[in-house]
């Protein structure tokens, strides 16, 4: 197993946009569906957005309409693209396989605040 290595967190002000980037494993993310989830201070972890190895994709209902996953095969790379952003959506985001299998990884931290 290994951790999937997450970048492009920071910090924006609302409204604002980022995108996400996850280097996975080339033998995880070609057979498994693959998934972003976030944790913010002093809650669990959840799920925001998932991806089949054939494209199909689901939000969290928080989140639809605002954010995108996408998945390149070739990479092995896992984005999301972040639009909109509100302060609900601080967290720390991680991504991982869906179900998540392997060994969660540093994350990136999102902050939106103005």
């Known amino acids: 197993q290994v951790q999937p290595v997450e970048s492009g967190g920071g910090l924006v002000q609302p409204g604002g946009s980022l995108r996400l980037s996850c280097a996975a494993s080339g033998s995880i993310s070609s057979i498994y569906a693959m998934a972003w989830y976030r944790q913010a201070p002093g809650k669990q972890r959840e799920l925001v957005a998932r991806?089949?190895?054939?494209?199909?994709?689901n939000y969290a209902d928080s989140v639809k309409g605002r954010f995108t996953i996408s998945r390149d095969k070739a990479e092995n790379s896992v984005d999301l693209q972040m639009n909109s952003l509100k302060a609900e959506d601080t967290a720390w985001y991680y991504c991982?396989?869906?179900?998540?299998?392997?060994?969660w990884g540093q994350g990136t931290q999102v902050t939106v605040s103005s």
């Open positions: 991982n396989t869906f179900p998540a299998l392997n060994p």
């Open positions: 991806i089949t190895i054939i494209g199909t994709t």
